[in-house]
Every structure is written in C-alpha cells, then in structure tokens.
C-alpha cells in the first residue's frame, strides 16, 4: 500500500534481523520501543489470563508489531513468540517510525487499514467463542484461518492450512477458541469422522469445502446436524 519511494525510505530507516524459534520478541508488561515488520516466518500474540496463555493472534509476512504500544506510548499488551524455525524481520525505533508516518503521504491510511483489518479478525474470533459446540468453535477457528491472509495453501484435495513451523499446538488451538487440548483433540475428531476435514501427519488440515464447513459453524442447533 505505499509508494515504491515511500518503501525505499522505510528500509533505509530499519535494520534487518533473524530471530529463532521460542524467541520472545516482545514481552507483555515490558516497554516497547521498537517496531517490528515481518519479512517471513510466523509469529503468535499470547496473555497471561489466570495462569493460562491463550492465543490473540498470528503475525505473518507483512505484519507489523508493537504499533499500538509505540503510538499510545503504553507496555507491550501481549508476548510475541516467533513460532516458526526462523523469523526475517525489519525494526525501527518508535521515535523513526512515527516520523515515518508522519512524513509519508501514504503511511497512515495504510496503517489504518491494517489495524482495520485486525480488529474485525478480533470480532470474528470472539463471535466463533459463542458457538454453541466445541466442534463449531474449531470449525469457525478452522474457515477462519482458510482466509487468503492467513496463506492456505491450494491444494487437489481442497485448502490445506499448514501449522507455520508445526509449532501451533492443539493446545494453543483450543486457547484460541476457549477450550482444552482434550476438548480440540474430540471436536477435530468428530469433524474428520464426518468428512468435513482430514488431518496429515498433524502438520496440516485439509478443508475440501470451506462453505460447508462454515455452515456446519454457523448452524443454530446444537452442533448434532453433522454430517452422516
């Protein structure tokens, strides 16, 4: 969404940098003073909620970090753990980045609309938490990551949802969704024994019909319309 110009001067302000799977990024509670923009690999947003550390989000390609906490001055809201085996980023100080925006005719719109579209990604989350059935929720969590930001990939089966670096546990899935590892390891059962998803290898998931998926999700029943 910027000028080639505009692009050329945001890298001539950032430095490059590879962190390592497991590697906190940012710490929730912790000053942020730095803004991190991801050239590849994959990266989660987790909480501490009650001894429990449920997942926000997924950062990826493209993705910016620690924007909110830079712009409003605040700690980090959340810990960013790079999940994948490598994480390419760019950083800029807060003080750089925020003379960028300002400078740049084309940043803050671009800014805007990534943050847009994070917040409706939140909405749909929280929605998905209010079905009725712990196979809906993961069905909802599943269509969701179907989404073309999220990198499906396109496959002769239907879309495959690859785990970035199979570091996303079934755990870290029912956080999402706000159930057990127990309870997604049932639910992700009882959705391969109606067709509705087969699993390989626990790496990968294959949708072979995502509108079917997302009716089974959004269905008003209590989740008993499976299909036979």
């Known amino acids: 969404m910027l000028s080639r ?3 050329s001067t945001l890298r001539a302000r950032t430095a490059t940098g590879l962190a390592i799977q497991g590697e906190d990024i940012h710490v929730e509670g912790a000053p942020v003073d730095q803004v991190a923009i991801i050239r590849s690999g994959w ?6 909620k009650a001894g429990r550390s449920p997942v926000l989000r997924l950062y990826g390609p493209g993705e910016l970090i620690g924007v909110a906490a830079v712009l409003t001055g605040a700690d980090s809201a959340e810990t ?3 999940i994948s085996g490598g994480l ?10 925020a003379d960028f925006l300002h400078r740049a005719p084309h940043a803050s719109s671009a800014l805007h609309h990534v943050q847009l579209a994070r917040l409706l990604e939140a909405d749909r ?5 209010d079905y009725p059935t712990a196979s809906q929720r993961l069905a909802g969590l599943l269509v969701e990551l179907c989404r073309p930001e999220n990198g499906p ?11 970035p670096g199979g570091e996303l546990s079934q755990g870290e899935l029912g956080g999402w969704i706000g159930d057990s590892r127990k309870t997604v390891v049932r639910a992700l059962a009882e959705l391969r024994a109606a067709g509705l998803v087969s699993c390989h290898l626990r790496r ?4 072979e019909d995502t509108s079917t998926l997302r009716r089974f999700a959004d269905a008003a029943d209590d989740g008993s319309a499976l299909p036979a």
């Open 88 to 97: 390419h980023m760019m950083s800029l100080p807060a003080r750089s980045f």
């Open 153 to 163: 990939i396109h496959h002769s089966d239907g879309l495959r949802i690859t785990v």
């Open 80 to 82: 960013v753990t790079v």
């Open 125 to 129: 989350l929280r929605t998905i938490r």
């Open 204 to 207: 990968h998931v294959t949708i």
């Open 5 to 7: 110009e505009e692009q």
């Open 43 to 48: 990266a989660k947003a987790t909480v501490n």
